[in-house]
């Protein structure tokens, strides 16, 4: 079982808005705005999409967009596209030089 | 553009050893800290292990602590992870990572294979 907790699917048509959610405790997403987002692509090299919460690398689209409430971090896909469809898994910093992830949430455009 | 390639997976029996490699490109590799995460069949990412730049400070998740061993050559660009006493448990994809900002890794591999089985 993951630290964090995520949906293990969602889905959207081309063009609608997607949010994923992240959840975790106090000790980790709760507590610190060290919440980072990762585009996966079987066979192929994760990607970082979003950091600290809502920051994205520089080349990553604006159609994503990250945010968080209490123990929650929430990872928004806008306009969704074909090329959206992968896995995305959340991190959080939980002390103690500790990085723990989520479970994944594939994400399948309809 | 930032390359990291590894290598160095296959099949192996339980109690054995594996040692992989990645081979950085496209950025000042001695400037980074870089990492080792693996994501085992149908289960999330999970942090193996960090090396700075200068392997001065070397860190391990608990599940690996005593068995594997991170290190790095400068010279050679590359990343490295000695993996021992490998359980059926240790069976993943591997990934190498750069470390970023923010407890982020910006840069990723495409992984390698280890699976550990009799």
């Known amino acids: 079982q993951s630290a964090l907790t995520q949906p293990p699917s969602a889905s959207g048509s081309p063009g609608q808005s997607v949010t994923i959610s992240c959840t975790g405790t106090?000790?980790?997403?709760?507590?610190?705005?060290?919440v980072s987002w990762y585009q996966h692509h079987p066979g192929k090299a994760p990607k970082l999409m979003i950091y600290?919460?809502?920051k994205r690398p520089s080349g990553v689209p604006d159609r994503f967009s990250g945010s968080k409430s209490g123990n929650t971090a929430s990872l928004t896909v806008s306009g969704l596209q074909a090329e959206d469809e992968a896995y995305y898994h959340c991190?959080?910093?939980?002390?103690?030089?500790?990085?723990?992830f989520g479970g994944g949430t594939k994400l399948t455009v309809l | 553009e930032v390359h990291l390639v590894e290598s160095g997976g296959g099949l192996v029996k339980p109690g054995g050893s594996l040692r992989l490699s990645c081979v950085a490109s496209?950025?000042?590799?001695?400037?980074?800290?870089m990492n080792w995460f693996r994501q085992a069949p149908g289960k999330g990412l999970e942090w193996v292990s960090l090396?700075?730049?200068?392997?001065?400070?070397?860190y391990y998740a608990d599940s690996v602590k005593g068995r594997f061993t991170i290190s790095r050559d400068n010279a050679k660009n590359s990343l490295y992870l000695q993996m021992n006493s490998l359980r059926a448990e240790d069976t993943a994809f591997y990934y190498c990572?750069?470390?970023?900002?923010?407890?982020?890794?910006?840069?990723w591999g495409q992984g390698t294979l280890v699976t550990v089985s009799s």
């Open positions: 600290e919460v809502s």
């Open positions: 991190s959080s910093y939980a002390g103690s030089n500790n990085l723990i």
């Open positions: 090396i700075d730049s200068r392997s001065t400070y070397l």
């Open positions: 106090s000790s980790d997403v709760g507590n610190y705005d060290y």
């Open positions: 496209g950025f000042t590799f001695t400037s980074y800290s």
């Open positions: 990572a750069r470390d970023s900002i923010a407890w982020s890794r910006d840069y």
